[in-house]
């Protein structure tokens, strides 16, 4: 063996035929998911070192080691094919973890006649576990015996690499419990990828035998982790420990609130109707239209023969025009505030960058394959692992992949994403890719449909978020209806009526129809003040989280902010905004809302909203810990900064600051004691309206207590349904029944505006209840006199408001009280108000 500082012979660990990765019977190790390699069909029964270096990982079963060898490199030895399920029956580890070896020495024997009968293969691996520092050279030889010349590892290229290999500084490592929703999938695992990439240190995954380096989305993802898995995350390098720190953060909590209410998944079942197809819905609403059938792009079979310089310069080309096409998106999606178009499309991008991907397509072009076809089955091998995991969020995920496959073929082929879609048309696929809905979308298409797909997908994401109605898994049938075909698409419902009568479809004219005219007078009447019937003035204001969406507000009729998120003004950055960054931001939402109030709250991190530059620590229990106004506990320089920063925003008078999560009245007392000595130091006269909200039980019981303090309440629907249900607020099984309408909520808001009232205290509510129409008559009933809603809501509230009697409200909620269930209130409410 020579080790001519980065360069390093390996000799063979065990005797038999030799194989490259793409011959071995398992997608994970096939598809270079885990790294580069070689592979030998053993002959003998004693894995051996294949050079001389530390141990730095064994597997509890005994049938893999980790060696890292003297020059950096790190080799994962595995033998056999699923021998993790023998728990270590037939194996005998001779070495431990920690230990140093020498070239040749004998690490783990096993019982090669057991390991034949009872695992689906023989054939062990050797694969290069830090291939961004290092590549392999297999030494061409067909079969070979142990200690003979197998590979040769050469380290990348190394001056002034920043990325060289450290084997000075020590590994900080520490084991976590997955908490994203659902796993490690694509938007977590980006998640993860964007946490390494912002540290020098060189940072891995561990789960169970598997590991992959963090900057490798498809590596990360064909880890198969689920939620509530337990991994071990390493980081070498200078800055080992805050990468550590940063990604542990990063993987124990979920990526960002959910901005968009998951629709809840019913399973598909058959219809008895005739012509009518039974799918899931994904985004709702009623429309009808032809249908357009849009197809993938099929490639027919790979006969050339290729100049690999050629199609390697194609691929990268055609890579480059697609990633600056995401770019593209990222930005509009950026500047419109499209926060799931965001989320979605940086996670293309981040597999884009997937070396695993590029180098497997690379590989297979030097084996002679178009581009084309090798980008392809670069894919599908991907999809292959991700469907093999036998999830179904990971399944979805297929789907992002093989929305670059289609485009990059696109790219290579020359050939613009162009339909010509008639007017009006519903578009029916096996599968839409993401890129493919927001084509469609442009082009006004009016609904999709699809006979794969899943209500939780990237499609139906960003489905909902444009307002098109889509159903999902309608199966292969739909596939058959003739192009051009009449249809109605009645998505709230999963149903594709491939027959509509004429009168069914005058209905739904009709009712879409009837829509249109009502919000078009409910948006004319939008500026004006709300008033119910008996004169009691409602405030409609809005929720938003940007200065951008507070003008769509106010051009929308909004009275003023009822809720500035300060939390998603500083998403998506490394660093902490200054004081001076804030005051502007804060300014420019006040500036965008006219001469109305806008109420700011502070930071509510922790929970289910993360910042990157806040790294936040590990709590069991997130929800329930240092989250609000609890984070001022042990970081109060940064409730401090951003006082300072709305003190200084110009009129202050028009400025009302709102506290996040406050349980107990010496938190409020603690803040405005803060504020008044603040307002000296900067020579104020007056303070700003304080206003706390009631998200927790204990504040809605102890609303009159906090009213003697506080200027205003306002009521967090989301999380005080959370706290009060016990019910995750973003757990999609439950989503149907974590419903604000509960009658134990409506006694908490009703002991909410009591208590205000004794204080001659206003009340508001700022959750997603308020935006529910069918829900304005039991908060006006029950004493509410703001409602902050989302700003293309404003409209409609106030014009439901304008329809109601505040007498008959507060007569009829008070019996609601009573009722059994959400579900009960929500039928009394259709029948005491009918929404039509
Ligand atoms: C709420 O909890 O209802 C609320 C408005 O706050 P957020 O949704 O930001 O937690
Ligand atoms: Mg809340």
Known sequence: MSNNNKELTLSAPLSGPVLTLGQVPDEVFASHAMGDGIAIDPLNDCLHAPCDGVIIHVARTGHALTIR???????????????????????????????????????????????????????????????????????????????????????????????????????????????????????????????????????????????????????????????????RVSCRGTDGEAALQALIAALSVPVTAQHVAPVAATPR??????????????????????????????????????????????LDTALEQVRSEIRTTLAHARQRQHVEEEEIFAAHLALLEDPALVEAATAAIEHGSAATHAWRDAIQAQCTVLLALGKPLFAERANDLRDLQQRVLRALLGEAWHVELPAGSIVSAHELTPSDLLQLSAQQAVGICMAAGGATSHVAILARAKGLPCVVALGADVLDVPQGQRVVLDAANGRLELAPSEARHAQVHQIRDAQQLRRQQQQAQARQPARTLDDVSIE???????????????????????????????????TAPDEQEQRQAYQAVLDAMGDKSVIIRTIDVGGDKQLDY?????????????????????????LDQQLRALLQVRPLAR??????????????????????????????????????????????????????????????TNDLSQYTLAMDRDHAGLAARVDALHPA???LIAQTCAGAAQHGRWVGVCGALASDPLATPVLVGLGVRELSVSPLQIGEIKDRVRHLDAAQCRQLSQGLLDLSSARAVRHACQHHWPLS
Do not use: W
């Not at 009518?276 to 792009?297: S, Y």
């Not at 806040?614 to 329930?624: D, S, Y």
């Not at 007392?669 to 900067?682: G, I």
């Open 745 to 747: 909520l409506l006694r």
């Open 540 to 574: 409609v204001a809005a929720n938003v989280a940007s200065s951008a969406e507070t003008q769509v507000a106010f051009e929308n009729g909004a009275d003023g902010v009822g809720l500035l998120r300060t939390e998603f003004l500083f998403v998506d950055r490394r």
């Open 655 to 716: 400025c009302r600051i709102l506290l996040p999560m406050v349980s107990e009245v010496d938190e409020l007392l603690q803040v405005r004691q803060r504020l008044d000595e603040l307002c000296a130091e900067l020579e104020l006269t007056q303070r700003p309206e304080l206003g706390v909200m009631i998200e927790v039980p204990a504040a809605a019981l102890m609303a009159e207590q906090l009213a003697e303090h506080a200027d205003f309440l306002s009521i967090g």
């Open 269 to 314: 079942r058959a219809s008895n109707e005739a012509n009518v197809l039974q799918g899931v819905c994904a985004a709702p609403g009623l429309v009808c239209g032809p249908l357009f059938r849009l197809a993938g792009i099929e490639l027919p079979a790979d006969i050339g023969t290729h100049a690999v310089d050629d199609q390697r310069q194609c």
């Open 69 to 231: 060898a003297d020059n950096g490199a790190e080799l994962l030895m595995h033998v056999g094919i699923d021998t993790v399920e023998l728990n270590g029956e037939g194996f005998a580890l001779l070495v431990k973890d920690g230990a140093r070896v020498t070239n040749g020495q004998a690490l783990v024997q096993f019982d090669l006649d057991r390991l034949a009968r009872r695992c689906k293969s023989l054939v062990s691996l050797i694969i290069l576990t830090n291939g961004e520092q290092f590549e392999l050279q297999p030494l061409a030889r067909k079969t070979v015996k142990v200690g003979e010349p197998l590979m040769r590892v050469l380290a990348r290229s190394t001056v002034g690499d920043e990325t060289a290999v450290d084997n000075v500084s020590a590994e900080a490592s520490a084991s976590v419990r997955i908490t994203h929703r659902g796993g490690l999938h694509a938007r977590p695992a980006a998640l993860i990828r964007k946490t390494a990439l912002g540290f020098s240190s060189q940072a891995r995954l561990h789960y169970g035998d598997k590991s992959a380096p963090c900057d490798s989305l498809v590596g990360l993802m064909a880890l198969g982790i689920g939620e509530g898995d337990e991994v």
């Open 614 to 638: 806040l790294p936040l620590p590990v709590e069991a229990n997130p929800v329930l810990g240092l989250r609000g106004i609890r984070m001022a506990q042990v970081r109060p320089e940064l």
